[in-house]
């Protein structure tokens, strides 16, 4: 079984602090009169309204609210798709607003685990070798150990038999097992997932839900946006938006 609380190597030297989400006197995640605006055609649209938002290391949160309620904007804030029009953003000791593109890359592959609703693995390449991609791009661990790790990694999804196929030739279920396991490359503190189980059967979804219950009980922080309310309840905490706010 693969060690879930490996650190990662910081890669950052020179760049605002990066830091290892041990400093015990704030938040793992903190965000602090977020606000983001989207300037369009049309006119000023409000997205995010001076959020504050607290969120401790090892929580399972999910994230609801009716569609524009601000779920994707918040999660691309906290991931630093997407930069706030105001406000902090803390993630493990980074100021996350104040980083650049680069910076960003190099945090975001350091820091979180991202998991989307059409799990994006690249159609030419093995499974194992989407896996494994994370880890080539950070430039972690060396190439036999890369292997080893996406195939361990592979195991604990319950997917390893699947590890030399491409992702057609699995279920939609299977193939969301494999984002997961990608997500979890570099051993990240973070996992945020956004409607990891939209496009799954119930039974299929019930499944990648456990999943997501045993990375949190492993100490993995994790954040779910989703629709399906009896999921959401079952997570450790529930965060509802409305207009751009937490209500």
Known sequence: MISMQRSVANKTAGYPRIGSGTDQ??????????????????GDFSALKNIDLAIESGEFVAIVGKSGSGKTTLINVLTGIDRP?????????????QLDEGQLAIWRG?????VFQFFQLLPT????ENVRLPMDFCNQYTS???????????????IEEFAHQLPSQLSGGQQQSAAIAR???????????????????????????????R???????VLMVTHDDDLASRAGRVIT???????
């Open 144 to 158: 036999s150990e890369r292997n080893e790790r996406a195939m361990s990694l592979l195991r604990l999804v319950g």
């Open 125 to 128: 390449l093995t499974v194992l």
């Open 215 to 221: 990375l949190a009980a492993s100490g993995k922080t």
């Open 85 to 97: 029009s105001s406000g902090e953003v803390h993630i493990a000791g980074t100021p996350v607003h």
């Open 110 to 114: 350091a820091t979180l685990g991202i």
């Open 183 to 213: 997500s979890l490359a570099n051993d990240p503190q973070i996992v945020v997932t956004d409607e990891p189980t939209g496009n799954l059967d119930a039974h299929t979804a019930e499944q990648v839900f456990d999943l997501l219950i």
């Open 25 to 42: 006197a704030r938040p793992l995640i903190e965000l602090k009169h977020v606000s983001k605006t989207y300037h369009t055609v049309a």
């Open 241 to 247: 938006l409305q207009d751009g706010e937490i209500v």
